[in-house]
């Protein structure tokens, strides 16, 4: 039998299949994933039994999901893929998003004001992600590929200006944090993606790219606080014991 009381992040780590399983419920496994399972469910107001057994067959699938693979991957390729995957989709839809945005408020914003807080919501959302993604890139990730480089070769930690990794780390989860409300209370006012009987085809292209965008953040984020930063500060005290 699984155990309750583990943390909805132990979870998305042992089995990334159960990832599906939190995202369907809107369980948060990225930002608010420290929370034990118990506490999550009786939050939303789940049956406790019930999720274990859709988290029991989501273990017993055979088929690995592509979290999976990046979960394994050298700290050095998963920041990559980060990249290359996440940080590229997220710039795409941000900007797209943008424009839908203002497309779709001019129309049917007299009669949906709650498109108007959308819009700003949003705003706030892409002016917080893309200087965020920027300081991964240029400085928190760099210093990772060095670290994890610096373990290999058993050699000393390398200077880290902003005095260890703890401390980009921890401005980076806050950040997360702050994003994540950001799209909770976006999902709120859409009533979780609900387009309006009176809503046009970019009305629903707009909700379904929001939705979208949502469920690639929360992956995005799964992969950098729940595996990525944690094996980032084990390393870190690798080299400080050497």
């Known amino acids: 039998m ?3 009381t583990k943390t909805v992040r132990e979870f998305a780590i042992e089995n990334s ?3 599906r399983v939190f995202e369907k419920l809107k369980i948060d496994y990225c930002c608010g994933g420290n929370r034990p399972l118990t506490e ?5 107001g789940l049956d406790l039994e019930e999720v274990l057994q859709l988290l029991q067959q989501a273990g017993q699938a055979g088929s690995k ?6 979960e394994s991957l050298p700290l050095a390729s998963l920041m990559n893929l980060i990249i290359e995957k996440h940080h590229v989709f997220t710039r795409t839809e941000l900007e797209r998003l943008t424009a839908l945005l203002e497309k779709v ?3 049917h914003g007299e009669n949906h004001a709650e498109l108007l807080d959308i819009r700003s919501l949003f705003q706030t959302l892409r002016a917080e992600l893309e200087p ?3 300081k991964e890139e240029r400085i928190l990730f760099p210093y990772i590929t060095r670290l994890e480089a610096a373990v290999a070769d058993n050699q000393r930690a390398p200077f880290a200006p902003f005095g ?5 780390i921890t401005a980076m989860m806050r950040e997360h944090d702050a994003a994540g409300e950001i799209l909770k209370a976006i999902r709120a006012l859409s009533k979780d993606f609900a387009t309006p009987g009176d809503g046009c085809l970019s009305y629903r ?3 379904s790219a929001l939705e979208e965008l949502e469920a690639d953040l929360h992956q995005h984020i799964h992969l950098e606080n729940n595996i990525l930063f944690p094996e980032s500060l084990e390393l870190e005290q690798k080299t400080v014991t050497m």
């Open 205 to 207: 292209t707009l909700y």
């Open 17 to 19: 299949n159960a990832t």
């Open 65 to 70: 999901s592509e979290l999976s693979t990046c």
């Open 164 to 168: 260890n990794v703890q401390n980009p």
């Open 40 to 44: 999550a469910c009786g939050e939303k």
């Open 105 to 107: 408020c001019s129309a």
């Open 132 to 134: 965020h993604m920027l």
């Open 2 to 4: 699984l155990d309750a």
